[in-house]
């Protein structure tokens, strides 16, 4: 079974991006995490074996200090 592929997408407080994104490759199933110019300030891949593995993961996420918004993409998994 292939896992479960999302993108976590965080706004942080100015100045924190760098120790938000160092913090976020601590938690299980982050594969990738980096400070993104644009509409949000990081940018996480995650990948996990099933949706409530993600809802821990992303929960532990939007807990770190500094964190002020997130949104997460979830991967349709279909690929050309």
């Known amino acids: 079974m292939k896992p479960l592929v999302s993108y976590l997408l965080l706004l942080v407080d ?6 938000v994104a160092k913090e976020l490759r601590r938690l299980p199933g982050i594969t990738e ?3 993104v110019y644009g509409e949000y300030d990081v940018v ?3 990948e ?7 809802d821990e ?3 532990m996420a939007r807990k770190l200090p500094g964190v002020t918004r ?3 993409l979830i991967s349709s998994g279909v690929q050309n």
């Open 14 to 19: 100015v100045g924190k991006e760098h120790g």
């Open 33 to 35: 995490a980096q400070v």
């Open 44 to 46: 996480a891949r995650i």
């Open 48 to 54: 996990l074996g099933d949706v409530m593995l993600m």
């Open 57 to 59: 993961t992303v929960t």
């Open 70 to 72: 997130t949104s997460t």
